[in-house]
């Protein structure tokens, strides 16, 4: 396949969404039918695997040209790409970086143009910030593992086929040595799935039960009991796409879905509406998201460590919703739909105001992000806990 210049690559990717992706969602009813149709139009367009091999779909274009796509589809990516954040953004990267060739020949392609959809079944009950203290097991049985325990805050586990599995393999090593990465099907008898509703009404999360459910013997992404490192590389991963979801979505299209910061072009629009755009309190707070979001911008495109543009974001997302909020008077919680007639959608915003809280929260809360940069850029010394060399069935646990 012969590689175009990166200004070809421009304009192929303007062409897509001038004139491809206009009216082409149109009369889609389902939000879930119109993600498939965005993911397989993008995908057939040659946009939807960049740097992945071409026996995967892919184009094998470098990073240069993924960062063309960014600039050009920033602001333009339907927001219901975001049910395949998961599964583009982290597990498959992943498994191109660290699965068997069966893994890649099976999910990627597949995973990549919004066939499947993945979640990621990491927190437990007892193990959200000490990840590596996830008690969930493994057991190998014949051909199969068998698998047992409980997951926690999944997000889009309803309406997923696979999962990336974090369970442990071996009780007696030390807790970060002990760890497998599994592809785990989702839709079978000894997997339930509970939805979790949210104060917004919402139920993006999910409650995972596994009793003895069962996954093929070399669906392990890595090494058996190496999965330590694999789950660092997947949450690399997922605090970028954190990043490239909050610039990337329409500024103009509402949707209560996805921990993202409310667009500040929305923000100005409500401003005009509540009669405010002339306050000066107010239009320096919308100059400051404005500076805000350009940062967010800016620091996608100089591949900062993912941490500072997930904490970048969080900051970000609280304070637009303040911002709305304040536009709106104490009740802006509680708004209901029904000033349709102003076209203001106030339950939208009321969405964002009651949701950004878990902005510092899902990724890993901003504390966790705060000891990433101090232990591994500043290189401060780590957290004290137990010896990281005893065994994890002595370490005490909740």
Request: net charge negative; charged share 25%.
């Amino acid at each position: 396949m012969t590689q175009p210049s990166t200004e070809e690559f421009r304009a192929e990717v303007r062409q897509f969404f001038d004139e491809t992706l206009p009216g082409a969602l149109d009369g889609i009813p389902s939000s879930m039918q119109r993600a498939k149709k965005w993911r397989t139009l993008l995908f057939d367009a040659g946009l939807g695997a960049i740097s992945y091999p071409t026996a995967f779909g892919g184009r094998e274009l470098s990073t240069e040209y993924e960062k063309v796509y960014a600039e050009e589809s920033r602001g333009s990516v339907p927001r219901e790409d975001s049910v395949f954040g998961i599964g583009v953004g982290m597990a498959m990267p992943t498994i191109r970086d660290h699965g068997s060739e069966e893994l890649k020949e099976r999910f990627l392609r597949p995973g990549l143009r919004g066939d499947e959809i993945w979640c990621q079944m990491y927190s437990e009950p007892g193990a959200g910030s000490d990840l590596a203290g996830l008690a969930t097991k493994a057991d190998l049985d014949g051909d199969e593992w068998i698998v047992t325990g409980q997951k926690v805050w999944t997000s889009g586990a309803q309406h997923s086929q696979y999962a990336i599995l974090l369970a442990r393999t071996d009780f007696d090593a030390p807790k970060h040595r002990g760890v497998t990465m599994f592809v785990l099907p989702v839709e079978q008898p000894g997997v339930t799935v509970r939805p979790l509703v949210q104060m917004t009404g919402e139920a993006e999360f999910n409650e995972v039960f596994m009793d003895e459910a069962r996954i093929p013997r070399s669906w392990v992404v890595g090494e058996v009991n190496d999965g330590w490192r694999t789950a660092v590389a997947l949450l690399a991963h997922e605090r970028v796409q954190t990043g490239v979801a909050s610039v990337g979505g329409s500024s103009t299209q509402r949707s209560k879905a996805g921990r993202v910061p409310i667009p500040v072009d929305q923000l100005i629009e409500l401003a005009r509406t509540r009669g405010r755009e002339h306050d000066p309190v107010v239009r320096q707070e919308l100059a400051s998201l404005y500076t805000g979001q350009k940062i967010m911008g800016y620091l996608g495109k100089m591949g900062v460590h993912p941490s500072i543009g997930k904490l970048w974001r969080t900051i970000q997302g609280r304070a637009a919703a303040d911002t709305a909020a304040r536009l709106a008077f104490p009740a802006s919680p509680a708004w209901e739909d029904d000033d349709s007639a102003r076209g203001v959608d106030e339950d939208y915003f009321a969405y964002h105001i009651l949701n950004c809280r878990g902005m510092s929260l899902g990724g890993g809360t901003d504390e966790i992000q705060k000891n990433t940069l101090g232990e591994r850029l500043l290189g401060l010394p780590r957290e004290p806990g137990p010896d990281r060399a005893t065994p994890f069935r002595d370490l005490p646990r909740n």
